[in-house]
């Protein structure tokens, strides 16, 4: 099998190493990954896959080598488990690689869980597959891109409402380029009874991509933080830049009623460890919002919201999103350098398939 390895210590950097396939035992299935996305999630996958612990989904073996998650489809190709047939298809969270070996339980509801020994330890919404038809490539590239972006985005928004925005007049989406941060703004822009101003926060070089697609109230670029409203308001952070958001925290200071840490895209100009004024940045991590809303409503509320809202932005994906198609394994290391080295463009959405 091929597998794609990244630098721990520079996730710029990576290798394409081919090693045997392990062998099947009873109760596992091989499954082929036939396609996947590229995003900047995946960049905050390896930027904090020691804080938060995405190196361990995927174990390479190799000290300073980790394997980045993906979220695509899959083929089974070899049973020995009652679970999954051979040429049954899942969508879910993959190796960068050409294949995976789970040890699959038919939970129900299409909904297939991997048991794997290693992976009990890990929150399960990243250990759960949906079972799939067989359905277009270009489907499925929108999929791939957009389900597991635009459902952080669903849970963005939620989170915002149950806290009723922390009182804040204004929320602030930083980097809402990023397709995160875009469908932020569109989920926000959607709500019949708004309480706030919805900001998108970007570089020159996107304010017009921002402007034009995100629905947000008004744009404002990172060398113009100095004229957003001092009004109590809520920053959202996609990028992980240090220098923006010091100057945000210094410019708001006590108005800023919550800051809040979803993305590490511009992870090269991340400092762990910042002094600064307003409140301490609290990192959202989006399985916490699914688990409190299972809790609220019940199991499976949270997740037929989630798809509704995806599916609904992504029906005009095309007016937005430039699909852009690779071919093999090869292909990885200049799609993911060029996100890793914030080269890529934000109307860019990259589909790897196998």
């Known amino acids: 099998m091929q597998r794609v390895l990244v630098d721990q ?21 091989r499954m082929k990954i036939q396609r996947f996305a590229l995003t900047a999630n995946n960049v905050t996958y390896a930027a904090t896959g020691f804080v938060i612990g995405y190196w361990h989904f995927f174990p390479s073996g190799i000290e300073g080598q980790g394997i980045v998650p993906v979220w695509g489809f899959a083929e089974v190709v070899e049973s020995a488990s009652d679970a999954l047939a051979v040429g049954e298809r899942l969508y879910g969270f993959w190796p960068m690689a050409d294949e995976l070996v789970i040890a699959p339980q038919d939970m129900g509801h299409k909904v297939v869980l991997d048991t794997t020994e290693h992976r009990q330890k890990l929150p399960v919404v990243y250990n759960r597959y949906t079972r799939r038809a ?16 635009l459902a952080t985005s669903y849970l963005l928004s939620d989170w915002l409402q149950d806290n009723e925005f922390f009182g804040a007049e204004q929320v602030i989406v930083g980097s809402a380029s990023s397709k995160t941060g ?13 309480p706030v101003k919805v900001v998108g926060l970007t570089s020159d070089a996107n304010a ?32 992980g830049n240090a220098e923006v958001k010091e100057k945000l925290h210094a410019h708001l200071d006590q108005e800023l009623r919550h800051s809040s840490a979803v993305g590490t895209s511009h992870w090269d100009q991340f400092r762990p460890k910042q002094e600064l004024k ?3 940045p609290q990192f959202f991590f989006a399985p916490s919002q699914i688990e409190k809303r299972r809790a ?9 919201q989630i ?18 198609e690779y071919n093999g394994l090869e292909a990885v290391a200049d799609v993911y350098g060029a996100l890793a080295t914030g080269k890529s463009q934000p109307r860019d959405g990259h589909v790897v398939t196998l």
């Open 307 to 324: 798809t509704a809202g995806w599916k609904r932005l992504a029906e005009d994906a095309s007016t937005w999103l430039d699909l852009k």
């Open 9 to 29: 210590a520079d996730i710029t950097k990576t290798q394409l190493q081919e090693v045997p396939s392990e062998v099947l035992t009873d109760g596992q299935a």
């Open 134 to 149: 067989p359905k277009s490539a270009q489907n499925e590239g929108y999929q791939s891109l957009l389900q597991p972006l």
């Open 208 to 239: 017009a991509f921002v402007a034009t697609q995100s629905g947000a109230d008004s744009v404002v670029t990172y060398n113009n933080i100095e004229t957003l409203e001092k009004v109590p308001s809520v920053y959202v952070d996609m990028s």
């Open 182 to 194: 875009l469908g932020l703004c569109k989920f926000l822009s959607e709500l019949s009874v708004r």
């Open 278 to 280: 307003g409140p301490k």
């Open 296 to 304: 609220d409503w019940g199991p499976g509320e949270i997740e037929r």
